[in-house]
Every structure is written in C-alpha cells, then in structure tokens.
C-alpha cells in the first residue's frame, strides 16, 4: 500500500499563493473606489444665495452713506446751535449796553429837556393822525380793505366806472372746487356753507372791488342762482351812492348771510343788465362756471356740457351793447369749455378776464 503524502500549507505552488494575493488587493481596491463615488456631493446653485449676499452688501452700503449723512447733519446743526447761541450773547449784550446807556441818559438828562422831547413827541402824534385823517378823506378807494402783509396784486381787471355793476354767483357750486365736495357741503349746516373755503374768497373778491369804487360813483350788487336779486331788498333796479359808506357797510354786511344753494341761470342775471336805468358801464361778473338752467327748460336730471353750452350762448345774447363784462371766474372741475366761452365774453365786451389764484385777493 502506497503512503500518501499529506498535504500542508507549505505544499501550494508559488503562482496559487500570488493569485490569491492578487485578487484580494483588487477586490480591496473596488471597495475602496465605490465608496468614494458614492459620497461625492451633489452640485448645489449657488447663485441666489449670491444675490442675497449682494443685496446685502448693496443694503450694508446704504446703510454707511445715510449714517454719513446723518452726521453731517448733526454736525451742521452743531455748528447753527453755535452760531445762534453766539448770536443770543450779542443781543444780551447790546441789551445790557442800552439799558446802561438809558440809565446813565435818565440820570443826566434835566426835567425840562424831558418835557420838551414829551411835548415833541405829542406833536409829531397829532401830525400823524391829522395825516391819517386827510388820506381817509380824500383817497380814491371807498373803504379800507386790510390784508395780510402788504401785498399788492396786478389783478388786470378794469377798474372804475361811474355806474357799477357786480353780479355775484350765488348757486351751490360756489361751495367748493369739486363736485364731490359740492355734494357733500349743500346737505350741511348753513353755518358751514357761509364758511366754505370758495364762498369765503368770493366774498373777500367781492370786498375788495367795493373798497377800490369811486367815491363819486354808483353801484349795485346782484346776487344770482336760480333768480336775480339785490343783496339789499327793495334796492332793484336802483343805484347805491358809494359815498354813503354806512350803507355800503351794510351790504357787505348782507352778503355774509347769504346761504349759496341751487342752480346757475346766467340769462336772468344778464337780462337784469338791460333793466337797470341808466345802465351800468362796468360790469363785474364772479362765478364758476357754465349755467345749469335757462328760459328753457332741461329735460332729464342730468344736464350735458353740450347743452350748458347753448343755455350761456343764449345768456349772452342778453348783455346789452358797449357794456364792459368783466370776469372772474373761479375754479369748478369738470366743465373745460367754461374758461374759453367767459374769456369771449370778455373780449368781445371790451372788459377783462381774471382766474384768481388761491390767495387772491
């Protein structure tokens, strides 16, 4: 029986031994590569986070500029409190001085040269009031109209006359510049209509042409919505002197109780043009717009700037001949054609077209 040689470790071949060696370092490395292919990160846009890290700066920089801003302006405020603070020193010091100056004058100056500069001084006080006396009486303007500051107006307007004529608009547009505001007023207190901001300065309009009359002339006042009147009852068709100031007070005092309300019939109101005996040669003419009514009647609730148009070609044609219109006309929204037909009417009456401003006058 032939011994069998036993096998060991020691008996593989050489190539066996490697080519296990082999494979292992290469299955070793294939497990090395796969994780890192799977733990490469995925690419992430980073482009808004870019535009937020910009508008950040953009912010960060504005935010340096208006504190640079801020302290110049605290600088220069500085510098205005140290100036005025400087300025306060001089006016206390030349008070101080004055008042030592006055003390050491009241303590040289001898009882009878006082009285003398008193006596001076009461002369030169009745000389100024006589003054004022004599240009009350014999100046050109019919009464004082005092404003604020001294302002002075080149209204433009055609002013004198020996018969004068205003005829005033009176409807409840004369409430406010827009329609909305209109509305809104008329169904208010008649103590906040008289007190509407429009109505206000239509009066002081008003105010200002009485004070400006000849005192030798004649005048009339007429007040106009849906009809034509005197703002004096029982004055139509008559003229007022200007020179009964007491009467002329009493007007204007009339007029500041008018309530404005209804609508606008500017054919009336010409046609009492004709009826005034003599008739006027000035006529002053303050409204804001076309007319809402006529001879005629509208039909419909509502009225078209087509036909506002028509009812003051058919007022006009009322206006007696060589008579002056001049006009004032006060802003109204929503009725364009208003400034091109009143500034015509102007025109062909050789009078004077005027749109006031806010302040006026």
């Avoid at 220069?76 to 100056?101: C, F, H, N």
């Avoid at 100056?109 to 006082?114: A, K, Q």
Wanted: charged share 25%; proline share 4%.
């Amino acid at each position: 029986m032939r011994n069998r040689r036993l096998l060991t470790p020691f008996s593989l071949s050489f190539l066996d031994i490697m080519s296990c060696g082999f494979g292992s370092v290469v299955l070793l490395f294939l497990i090395i590569k796969h994780n890192v292919d799977t733990n490469i990160p995925i690419p992430v846009d980073t482009r808004d986070q870019t535009s937020e890290v910009m508008l950040l700066e953009e912010e960060i920089l504005d935010g340096k500029r208006n504190l640079a801003k801020t302290r110049n302006t605290i600088s220069e405020i500085d510098e205005q409190l140290v100036v005025a603070q400087g300025m306060a020193r001089r006016i206390m010091d030349k008070i101080e001085e004055t008042r030592s100056l006055a003390e050491q004058l009241s303590e040289t100056t001898d009882t009878v040269e006082l009285d003398r500069l008193k006596l001076n001084i009461k002369e030169l006080e009745n000389r100024k009031q006589q003054l004022q006396k004599e240009i009350r009486e014999t100046g050109d303007d019919a009464r004082r109209l005092v404003g604020e500051g001294n302002r002075e107006y080149l209204t433009g307007l055609r002013l004198g006359g020996k018969r004068i004529l205003i005829l005033l608009d009176a409807s409840g547009s004369m409430l406010d510049d827009t329609i909305v505001n209109v509305i809104r007023i008329r169904n208010m207190r008649d103590g906040i209509k008289r007190n509407a901001p429009k109505w206000v300065q239509t009066l002081r309009m008003v105010d200002w042409l009485t004070a400006r009359f000849p005192r030798d002339s004649e005048y009339q006042i007429y007040i106009f919505n849906t009809g034509t009147r005197s703002v004096l009852p029982g004055q139509d068709g008559k003229w007022l002197k200007v020179g009964n100031k007491a009467q002329l007070n009493s007007v204007i005092e009339a007029l500041g109780k008018i309530v404005p309300e209804g609508g606008t019939n500017l054919e009336r109101a010409f046609a009492a043009i004709g009826k005034m005996r003599p008739r006027p040669d000035n006529v002053y003419l303050i409204t804001d717009g076309l007319p809402t009514q006529g001879s005629r009647t509208i039909r419909g609730t509502t009225i078209t700037g087509r036909q506002r148009k028509d009812l003051f070609d058919r007022a006009v044609n009322q206006v007696p001949g060589n008579v002056p219109v001049n006009v004032i006309l006060a802003p109204l929204e929503g009725d364009p054609e208003a400034a091109h037909a009143f500034w015509r009417l102007a025109m062909n009456s050789n009078g004077s077209f005027l749109i006031p401003s806010e302040d006026w006058p």
